[in-house]
């Protein structure tokens, strides 16, 4: 190379050389997102109402702002608007089981937590929901494996079904360990007996047919049956599970001078995970829990499975608070009389209202695991046979 060459180069370098000095040095903005990612470190997040995305439910909570509407034009503060995520149904391709929700424990964090005073959004270009707002309470059982509607029989043992039309839909989640079941194509049902060296029995199933008590991401070795002959599969408690509890239908939404409604959130709505119009999932902390609730994506010390829908031994209805209606027991119940009684009751009277018993609930949520599963090890070792 002549030495005319050698000058053509370096003043073609030189300028090169000097702007990626400049913006690495941050003297001057780079124009490559590339370089330093979608937004830049320390680089405040400016949210409005026309970056949430459409058809989607969205939680707003800023301890900053009283108002909406302020932060509907833009906001600053990060985290205001969270969106509701859709997470891993079970119904989708059996329309006919008991719905299961399911998140990993890598995204179970992305639930949002709706507090009294905040917001529940609905965004649209098309849709108000002017025919009712459906709603759907899930149970909260914490972690488990990937299998949900564990059906029990007469004899204490439990089993998943491989129908002709589903399949193993609704019972396993695909995006789990407990996948590898799925090879049983040809079995009608598996029969799960031990968990580690614990048998699996009526103390270690939720009322959503979820295995009760495991540590999260824990690994256990589980002995699952086709007909009579086992097979054990190792499987990881890396599934957060939540299960129907009951559902209800409310009507009330505001408009707010922007691109979204507000959805009116219920004064008798109790703690607990909701799925709304089968689009968005988030969990609602009462002001009676605020100060108990640990702030994580799972809390044992708070009861999110406490029923507000009340019927009787004998399944008929006796209290629903989206309709407002009373039996003639609940309330005999409730106010220490029966309907068009003359007989005063505390109410009546001015006087502290004697405490009754409470109706019989038809789920019976229980955080009392037995002894046995207590003494599991954090590894999951001492399972194995």
């Known amino acids: 190379m002549g030495k005319r ?3 053509i180069i370096c003043a073609v370098a030189l300028p090169v050389i ?10 001057i903005p780079s124009p490559f997102k590339t370089l330093e990612g979608e937004q ?7 949210i409005s109402i026309d970056d949430l995305q459409n058809n989607c439910y969205y939680v707003w909570h800023n301890d900053k702002q009283p108002d909406i509407k302020n932060d509907l034009r833009g906001t600053t503060q990060k985290g205001v608007f969270k969106l509701c995520p859709a997470g891993l149904t079970n119904w989708k391709d059996n329309e006919n089981i008991r719905h299961i929700i399911w998140f990993d424990t890598r995204n179970d964090s992305d639930i949002p937590t709706l507090y009294a005073g905040d917001g529940l959004i609905y965004i649209s270009g098309t849709n108000v929901p002017y025919e009712g707002i459906e709603w759907e309470r899930f149970a909260d059982y914490g972690y488990t494996i990937g299998a949900a509607n ?8 439990y089993r998943i079904i491989n129908s002709a039309e589903d399949g193993y839909a609704g019972y396993i989640n695909p995006e789990s360990d407990a996948a590898q079941l799925m090879e049983f194509a040809n079995a009608s049902e598996l029969f799960i007996d031990k968990i580690g060296s614990v048998r699996v029995r009526d103390d270690f199933v939720s009322d959503g047919g979820t295995l009760l008590g495991l540590d999260k991401d824990t690994k256990y070795v589980c002995e699952w049956y086709m007909g009579t002959y086992y097979q054990d599969f190792e499987m990881a408690a890396d599934t957060h599970a939540f299960c129907h509890l009951e559902k209800f239908t409310t009507y ?25 119009s089968g689009l968005g999932f988030f969990r609602y902390v009462s002001k009676d829990d605020v100060y108990k609730y640990n702030g994580k994506a799972y809390d044992a010390g708070i009861d999110w499975n406490d029923p507000m829908i009340l019927y009787d031994e004998n399944g008929s209805l006796e209290y629903d608070p989206s309709t407002g209606f009373e039996s003639d027991v609940y309330k005999e119940r409730k106010y220490g009389r029966k309907e068009g009684s003359q007989t005063a009751s505390a109410a009546d009277t001015g006087e502290n209202e004697v405490e009754n018993n409470q109706p019989v609930y038809v789920q019976d949520e229980s955080d009392d695991y037995p002894e046995e599963m207590e003494n599991m090890s954090d590894s999951g070792a001492e399972m194995y046979e």
């Open 252 to 276: 009330q939404y505001e408009f707010l001078h922007s691109n979204c409604i507000s959805i009116t959130i219920p004064e008798w709505l109790k703690t607990g995970y909701y799925y709304v």
């Open 5 to 7: 060459g050698l000058i």
């Open 150 to 157: 564990l059906e029990g029989d007469q004899s204490g043992h």
């Open 40 to 46: 830049a470190e320390g680089e405040e997040e400016i």
């Open 18 to 27: 000097v702007f990626f000095a400049l913006i690495f040095g941050g003297i």
